[in-house]
């Protein structure tokens, strides 16, 4: 089992930054991936940014790229999204989740271990 905990949502006006936490407890040897993804309402979940839990190999949803940054420290068990240049259709509830698998992946439904997610609010 992997628990998973995000921290640093808020509100925040366009234009400004983020820094989003999320931390990693249990199996930890066990996650090969780690992502982020978001949902607003009325959505489906979408993915973000993805990062090899070894290696650091990133990948980023095409609306984040050059304004989001994913970033880990395994030894604290952290993954960080940094979020700037925020624009108000980011507003979503922000949640990071841990493939087990190798193979990297987009969809949120190969992924297996969720956080309870945090809100990010961005006014305009």
């Known amino acids: 089992q992997v628990q998973l905990v995000e921290s640093g949502g808020g509100l925040v006006q366009a234009g400004g930054s983020l820094r989003l936490s999320c931390a990693a407890s249990g199996r930890t040897d066990n996650i090969a991936r780690m992502g982020w993804f978001r949902q607003a309402p009325g959505k489906e979940r979408e993915f973000v940014a993805a990062?090899?839990?070894?290696?650091?190999?990133?990948a980023y949803a095409d609306f984040v790229k050059g304004r989001f940054t994913i970033s880990r420290d395994n030894a604290k068990n952290m993954v960080y999204v940094q979020m700037n240049n925020l624009k108000p259709e980011d507003t979503a509830v922000y949640s990071c989740?841990?493939?087990?698998?190798?193979?990297?992946?987009?969809?949120?439904?190969?992924?297996?271990?969720w956080g309870q997610g945090t809100q990010v609010t961005v006014s305009s």
């Open positions: 990062i090899t839990w070894g290696g650091g190999y990133t």
């Open positions: 989740a841990a493939r087990l698998r190798v193979r990297s992946s987009a969809s949120p439904d190969d992924y297996d271990y």
